[in-house]
């Protein structure tokens, strides 16, 4: 009997590639995942995987046929695409959600990346020069991976630990980013920038130019509310999203 194999499909990576090394598996801009079994609903419903927040990653990992790709070494537009396509090909395309008290359902394979310019930047280079517009300093900096999203999320928990009255969040991910200051790379000095030094009207300009040159996916869609009226609403990705509605 010949053996199965689980059907795939290629999904079309938000950054096309542009900023993986050259030679890196997921520079081609695309990545070939398979569809879910009855294998990965055991992992979704992995009580201990929920706990420690790692179900998501788990699911995606045994989706990736080539499995010398690291989730860490992914943007996180990037894993956004796969989760998308995941879901798509796991549960099919409608993903009914709640929202300010209203139900919606969406349709998942209208939702198309960000519209970007990836040309203007260097292909293989995850790396980036920004003039902040008050100071007149520059700041290197990159695009957030899905590692660096995980070592963040730690190191906010950590910290609220020890203290629960100031949040840390905004500092300790412009600290990811940043990787120097006016071409001084020393860590001590770019962390004390953002501390102490980072002006607040620069900073919101230098979050505004992140947000336009982060390739994701737009998860904004259009639905009719409950009194008739067409709004524009950002799907929420909620634990339903890969839990759909059954009786099982």
Known sequence: MAEY??????VDLPSQGYFYFD????????IEIKYMTAKEEDI?????LIKQGLVIDKLLESLLVDKSIKLDDLLVGDKNAIMVAARILGYGK??????DGEEYTADLSTLEPYDMDLKKYSRG??????????SKRTVTF?????????????EIKAREKISKVQS?????RL?????????????????????NEFLSRDSFEFRKHITSITPDVDMKTKVVNSSGKEIEVVIPITVRFFWPDTRV
């Open 23 to 30: 030679g890196h598996p997921l520079s081609s801009g695309k």
């Open 5 to 10: 194999k689980s059907p795939t499909e290629m």
């Open 175 to 195: 600290k990811y980013m940043i990787l120097s200051v006016d071409g001084n790379s020393d860590r001590a000095t770019v962390n004390n920038f953002i501390d």
């Open 94 to 99: 409608d993903y009914s959600f709640s929202l």
């Open 168 to 172: 840390s969040e905004l500092t300790t």
């Open 44 to 48: 979704l419903t992995s009580a201990n």
């Open 125 to 134: 280079k995850n790396e980036f020069d920004y003039e902040l517009p008050t």
């Open 142 to 154: 990159k695009l957030l991976t899905s590692g660096d999203e995980k070592k963040i999320a730690e």
